[in-house]
């Protein structure tokens, strides 16, 4: 029996990232993002450990909520560190889709 995957993911954003999002309405991605082909997301039992591991050290962090659904077929729940899957978006994220934020300092 498979579980299912959460409704919801996070992206953690720079306080620039998260700046030009609201601007621009949409967030083609990171750096990293752009490198891989896909929007990196965590789900909530994985947000501290990509905190940890990305971006330690850095304030001003943004975490924008993200209504996976909204997102459609783009959404595929992939292996990645430890095995554990992880939820990525294979085009943009639009602004439509986060349902909150809330703000790392």
């Known amino acids: 029996m498979t579980t299912p995957h959460p ?38 039992d994985q947000l501290q450990g990509t ?8 304030s001003g962090l943004v975490i924008a909520e993200v209504d996976l659904a909204a997102l459609g077929e783009s959404v595929k729940w992939e292996v990645s560190r430890g095995g554990a899957l992880f939820p990525h978006i294979y085009g943009p994220l639009p602004m439509a889709a986060v349902l909150g934020t809330r703000g790392l300092d």
């Open 7 to 44: 409704g919801t993911a996070y992206k953690i954003l720079t306080a620039d990232q998260w700046a030009q999002f609201q601007t621009d309405g949409i967030f083609h991605g990171a750096p990293v993002d752009l490198a891989d082909g896909y929007i990196h997301l965590s789900a909530a």
């Open 51 to 58: 905190l940890d591991k990305h971006f330690a050290g850095q």
